[in-house]
RNA sequence: CGGGCUGUAGCGCAGCUUGGUUAGCGCGCCUGACUGGGGGUCAGGAGGUCGGAGGUUCGAAUCCUCUCAGCCCGACCA
């Protein structure tokens, strides 16, 4: 394929938009990738999508290598489906919804487990019919409370989701058999795109289900943190991370080491945060306990943590077996928690179901909490003390309920430290289970006539971020360097000053290259040749050649990698280009 | 949704505080000439509802009100 600047769209920008903060952004911008329309919407421009379909291309060789099958389903449904599995209301505000002329309402799908599982409910009725795994290309819509970066979150992208059926976990056919070839695929498809990635643990998130795994390019612009231990044995996502075992006692130790002040409550007015509250008391958050308020099905929940500590509102749920929400902050002052100033003795006064502590807050030391009263704290606030016995009933329990930071032990209790990281999820598997299945009344007959509930797995990749990711992690302050298997084209050739003798060099030169199936871009804009270098830079295809009367005169181009130094460009007779070419890329297409 | 910032030519920006010629600059763009291996030089030129609406005023890019859009931080998030 041979493409002449001077044919297509290619609105290089010299300068950096304004609007793009991170490398990919700026770059796809300014190499003329992508034009943003409004916010989280772009267009992709001939070069922009050039790559994204090569990316698509090398996604759809592996999935139907893989044994998954493409289909399309729309981007629109009707609300319903949603409904049905109660993700109307998971999905909240980020599901674009739309009424049509009778009034109906409408989504534009975000994802399409429901859609497909509709489908697959009314045709497939025998286990003989699976396993069956399916997959789409397809634009999901997303109305994202901020979209930024770019492609890399959109209100609009391009999606390749796979869904698999199953009647079993275990054995031939079952889901992990599948799960299994799909991260397998999954590492094949992002190999071939030239990604550098790790695989993490993850929760599922609001699409539910047991087991996940996200393929993550690490990169210090990425939105998701990440903690790997240092032991190379343990990776997951922050919503997953687990943190390795920590001491933890209310009683003080014996003999004591820190002399117990006795409890004292401090005047503490217009100070909104534990940062304030700390630095007022010269203190550093790591000295605080916060207590925050939350609802269950049972009742009132305590999660303490230590001030500086985040909590993990799904390690709280597995903590409490049950579904916890943090409280309405009205209800919580209505039934008479003193929100903000709240501690863990406001159990004594106010009934709760239960009182979940961190072990890093479950600590004998003299605390500096809430005093269960609008604007004032109290110092020297001790567990044995402040609670008694009631530490030893049912309704304490202690357990990692907070996100890992940066140095917490890992989980594999091996002296590993884990260590966090940043990075672009550019792809995510899912053991889905029968969440979906069970919402929609999609069961199979077995062997045994006996109808059974079926097991799912969604599988999903971004191709935008490969885009976006590939940037991030390989480019210099002169533009993009393209992995080869994703680049808009091979081989960029920069003609310099060329007469009619020149001119048919290079006709014949293309005609080799083509010939030799590799892409190429052609510039032949009557420019000089420093715009159309530093173009080629920003581009970042990458094999340069220049044709020019200084080459010819060698009967030969000037051929440069874009990864290498300048220095590096070496003269190549014009018969042996597209030999070069193929042996350096790898064989064109 | 909270906090902050910005909307003036395709891109990057000045002008706004203190209202007053025809709204400027750089880059890009068009024409021509000279050039020709890393964004060259010269000459000439095109391009603007100053985000939108309303108001104050003799007069508004500039002041006031409302509104829309975009960006950043946070919250949120497969």
Known sequence: MITRWSQTLIPTLRQDPSEAEVPSHRLMLRSGLIRQLAAGLYTYLPLGWRSLHKAIEIIRQEMNAAGSV?????????????????????????????????????????????????????????????????????????????????????????????????????????LDATYERMYQAYCRIFDRCGLTYETVEAESGPIGGSASHEFMVICSTGEDTVYKSDKGNYAANVEKCEIGPRAWSFDPPDPPTESAGDLETVHTPDLPGIDLVAAFLKITPDRMLKTLVCSSD?????????????????????????????????????????????????AKTITVARIVIDPDAAQSRD????????DYHVRNFQWRRELGELLDGDTVR??????????????????????????????????????????????VLDENQKSRLVIMGCY?????????????????????????????????????KLDEAGSKALDTLLANLD???????????????????????????????????????????????????????????????????????????
């Open 70 to 174: 493409e289909m399309f389903m729309p981007a629109l449904e009707p609300i319903e489906l949603f409904a049905g599995t109660g993700r109307d209301v998971a999905y909240g505000d980020d599901l674009f919804t739309l009424t049509d002329r009778r009034g109906h309402r409408n989504a534009l799908a975000p994802t399409h487990e429901e859609v497909i599982t509709e489908a697959l409910a009314a045709s497939v009725e025998s286990h003989r019919q699976l396993p069956l795994n399916l997959y789409q290309i397809q634009t999901k819509f997303r109305d994202e409370p901020r979209p930024r970066f770019g492609v890399l979150r959109s209100r609009e992208f391009i999606m390749k989701d796979a869904y698999s059926f199953h009647v079993t976990v275990d054995g031939p056919g079952g």
């Open 298 to 346: 049972n009742g009132w929940i305590l999660a303490v943590l230590r001030g500086d500590h985040d909590l993990n509102l799904g390690k709280l749920k597995t903590a409490c077996e049950s579904a916890v929400q943090l409280a309405d902050e009205k209800a919580a002052r209505d039934a008479g928690f003193a929100v903000g100033f709240v501690s863990p003795a406001v």
């Open 367 to 374: 605390w500096v909490t809430g005093a269960d009263r609008i």
């Open 398 to 443: 202690v357990a990692d309920i907070r996100n890992a930071i940066d140095g917490d032990p890992s989980p594999r209790d091996d002296g590993g430290v884990l260590r966090a990281e940043r990075g672009i999820e550019v792809g995510h598997v899912f053991k889905l289970g029968t969440k979906y299945s069970e919402a929609m009344g999609f069961t």
């Open 460 to 496: 999903g990749i971004g191709p935008g971020r490969i885009l976006a990711a590939a940037i991030e992690t390989n480019h210099d302050d002169d533009g993009i360097i393209w992995p080869a298997p994703i680049a808009p084209y091979t081989v960029h050739v920069v003609t310099i």
């Open 515 to 589: 010939a030799a199936g590799i892409d190429v871009l052609v510039d032949d804009r009557p420019e000089r040749p420093g715009p159309k270098f530093k173009d080629a830079d920003l581009i970042g295809c990458p094999i340069r050649l220049t044709i020019g009367a200084k080459s010819l005169a060698e009967n030969a181009v000037e051929f440069k990698l874009r990864c290498a130094a300048r220095e590096s460009a070496e003269l190549i007779k014009l018969d042996a280009v597209a030999d070069r070419c193929l042996e350096v890329a790898g064989g064109g297409r």
